[in-house]
């Protein structure tokens, strides 16, 4: 295990470690891969603006742009300024995972 995952899994609890270690495979149950496995028609997400994937979800998707602005909020707040448009970035920070976890788990997407 990579010392990137093996802070992952040592600083967040099971179900956010998870949540981020889906999210940088792109394995996670979001469209983009339930289609993939033929679990869903289509990978389209529901507002209509791409496949639904964390990335879309993370950075581009409009249904939790009220969510995401807090996201960023909160990163600015807790580590400053860095590149929020750069999504291996903002999964693979460290002191950003927590935050980054709760908005996914905050979307109710992955139930």
């Known amino acids: 295990m990579g010392q990137k995952s093996a802070c992952i899994s040592l600083c967040l609890?099971?179900?956010r470690s998870s949540i981020m270690i889906q999210m940088r495979s792109m394995r996670i149950?979001?469209?983009h891969f339930l289609y993939k496995i033929n679990e869903v028609e289509t990978d389209k997400?529901?507002?209509g603006e791409g496949s639904q994937t964390s990335r879309h979800v993370l950075l581009q998707c409009q249904t939790y742009g009220a969510?995401?602005?807090?996201?960023?909020d909160q990163l600015h707040r807790a580590i400053g300024p860095f590149e929020l448009s750069n999504y291996d970035s903002i999964v693979s920070n460290p002191?950003?995972?927590r935050y980054v976890a709760k908005f996914m788990h905050q979307t109710g997407l992955l139930v």
């Not at 969510?67 to 960023?72: M, N, Y």
């Open 13 to 15: 609890s099971k179900p």
């Open 29 to 31: 149950a979001l469209r």
């Open 45 to 47: 997400c529901p507002c």
């Open 67 to 72: 969510l995401r602005k807090r996201l960023f």
């Open 95 to 97: 002191l950003a995972t």
